[in-house]
């Protein structure tokens, strides 16, 4: 089926006299009729719901759908994107590990990286994503367990070399997860270009509403873990907490997505309510008419801005001058996403003017919904870096995050001329 059918019909194909509509199961408990059959579902021997921290019919039939839009062999939700790129890597590197990502990524998965994961035992080396391959390797050591990066980076909008990425990251012997949530699996698939793992924060363009936050990890069941077993013992040696059950011999190529579902989401929670999969579903079945229109009303106010000449910079890899643009015309031949990145000229000051002046776009803090709406990362979501961090992540002080929405491009660049007439 093409992307535009599994974002309408994918996950939940009813049965004769079933609700047409994905239900909401919103029941903690599943009932057996007797104590062996349960027993099975505990030892993984057999499948089904037994407890909604596990699993749920509502979240598996969200996740099939993501899984099938991304090409993958299994996925799973979380309650948050955060989660989702926690749990992604913790799956595969544990205390001793060390994880090689891009300096491009978002500020909480970054903060994730450099301190929490670091509290854990899990050292992080961050790379510039415009390195040459032999830049990259020297990152590597032999405890490196898993490289990760973003399609398009929030709140840098800079398009990743996935394949540099991949490559570099299999001579190593690792996997690579790739954050794919603002390029969703619409205008870009990472596992077409070598990519392992991917995640997404559903929070943003897949729910698009703004109503839930909530994540997702999907595998492409590529990677080869029984070749590099020595280095994912948790994968290719027997659990003791599942009877000495080894993932790769038990499950295949659903051992990673098994070992996240019966281990991670078993030991430390964070599943989605069925009730938020069910409104991350709604916004999933609009999601290949809603990208397009982004994309097209952030190509109209990157080319305004582009034009402004009170307006420093603007970064869209829509834009043909554009860094990005060769790297977004071949992993995003239909457009990146919504979101772009632009300085004023004037100081730090100028930037909250111009957001203050704003009526129709609002200061919120999120990105990829229906709604335009526009964040400093410097005085908002990345307030905990200093200077030299928001460099190296790619973030000028000056960068406003602009989030097109889907209303109409002129009523959006008419807000922006007024506020950059009000500050004048
Ligand atoms: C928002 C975001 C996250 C974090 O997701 P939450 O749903 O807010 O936890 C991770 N990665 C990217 C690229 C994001 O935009």
Known sequence: MKRETLCVQGGWAPKNGEPRVLPIIQSTTFKYDNSEEMAMLFDLKKEGYFYSRLQNPTNDAVAKKICALE?????????????????AVFNICEAGGHVVASTEIYGGTYNLFNVTMRKLGIDCTFVNPEASEE?????????????????????????????????????NGVPLIIDNTFATPINCRPFEWGCDIVTHSTTKYMDGHATQVGG????????????????????CTPDDSYHGLTYTKAFGKMCYITKLVAQLMRDLG??????????LNLGL????????????????????????DRVAWVNYSGLEDNKNHELATKYLPNGS?????????????????FMDALKLVNIVTHVA????CVLHPASHTHRQLSDEQLREAGIAPDLIRFSVGIEAAEDIIDDIRQALDAIK
């Open 369 to 372: 919904d229906a709604r335009s």
């Open 71 to 87: 090409g993958g062999v299994g996925a799973m939700l979380t309650s948050s994107g955060q989660a989702a790129n926690f749990y």
């Open 337 to 353: 996403c919504g979101v772009l990145a632009f300085g004023l000229k004037g100081d730090r000051n100028t930037a909250i003017k």
């Open 135 to 171: 830049e990259l390797q020297k990152a590597f050591r032999p405890n490196t367990k898993v490289m990760f990066g973003e399609t398009i980076s929030n709140p840098g909008c800079n398009v990743l070399d996935i394949e540099k990425f991949a490559a570099v990251a299999h001579r």
């Open 285 to 308: 079945e609009t999601l290949h008419l809603r990208m397009p229109q982004h994309c097209k009303n952030a190509q109209a106010v990157a080319e305004f801005l582009h034009d402004d």
């Open 216 to 235: 997702v990890i999907v595998d492409s069941g590529h990677f080869d873990w029984e070749k590099h077993a020595d280095k994912f013992p948790g994968l």
């Open 270 to 279: 964070s599943i989605p309510a069925p009730q938020n999969s069910f409104l």
